[in-house]
């Protein structure tokens, strides 16, 4: 077992472990860590735990304070100059005519380098834009080229159904979101319907994906022949959270709905052995 804190450097980012390093590190407090970009400073969302060393990339990095107010009052300047590095770098890349969208600018903590964020249909060359950044600068400049789910991200906004993105508040990584899902949930595939801002399939969909993959386990496929208490039918229809299946019987020309557990009883259990 290891000891380790949870930290995260956004609001709805990535959780990374770090050895506390014998400090009794408490949840909602800020710290200052080392990372592959230097020196960061970040919010801790998991106080002290063991877990497994399994569960963790060894050798972890340590923390090397606890947040003092001078370090959030450099937080606070570093996002300030950002907002005016934005406006510099929107401005050069109108002067070099380049088809890019900037969407965000950040500074690492220790101001060891300033961060562009955009999006871009294809590759850009942006040499002479970073040339003239760094001269103004005086610091590294890192453009990083980021798709759209990461832009909505980033920005946030309000979503179909009404409320924040779970992107922007909570989801920490992108899971893989599939038009099958859409489809296992009866949903219209219209794209406007099951698409979020950011023009790619919502997220939520994969969140009930799980339950309806079991509940289909239990339940005949479309098209498949099965005997109701009636005569021989065909699935036609099936409601997969309510076990509800729609049966068109052949020989009464007609669509009969029954539930799983109704066919269970009328002694219907060779299609219940299907996994």
Request: proline share 3%.
């Amino acid at each position: 077992m290891v000891e380790v804190i949870g930290v995260r450097f956004k609001k709805a980012g990535k959780i990374y472990y770090f050895d506390p390093d014998q400090l009794v590190i408490e949840q909602e407090q800020y710290v200052i860590v080392e990372t592959s970009r230097g020196i960061e400073f970040g919010k801790v969302v998991i106080a002290n735990k063991s877990v497994d060393m399994e569960d963790v990339v060894l050798p972890l990095k340590k923390v090397i304070r606890i947040a003092t107010k001078k370090d959030k009052c450099t937080v606070i300047e570093n996002k300030k100059n950002a907002e005016e590095a934005y406006q510099v770098c929107f401005d050069k890349i109108n002067e070099h005519q380049l088809d890019m969208n900037l969407v965000d600018v950040e500074y690492t903590f220790d101001r060891n380098k300033v961060i562009f964020y955009f999006t871009a249909d294809g590759r850009i060359d942006f040499r002479n834009l970073v040339k003239d950044l760094a001269s103004i600068f005086k610091t590294r400049i890192e453009l990083r080229q980021i798709g759209v789910r990461d832009e909505a991200k980033l920005l946030g906004g309000i979503g179909p159904c009404g409320r924040m993105l779970c992107c922007s508040t909570f989801l920490g990584d992108f899971e893989p979101v599939s038009i099958k899902m859409a489809k296992d949930q009866n949903l219209s595939l219209n794209p406007a319907k099951i698409s979020g801002l950011c023009g790619r399939l919502m997220c939520c969909l994969k969140y009930e994906n799980d339950d309806y993959e079991e509940a289909k386990k239990q339940l005949p496929d479309l098209g498949e022949k099965i005997q109701t208490p009636i005569g021989e039918g065909k699935v036609v229809g099936l409601n997969i959270l309510e076990r509800v299946i729609q049966i068109e019987v052949i020989e009464k020309e007609r669509v009969v709905e029954y539930t799983l557990d109704e066919l269970i009883e009328q002694g219907v259990v060779d299609l219940m052995t299907m996994e």
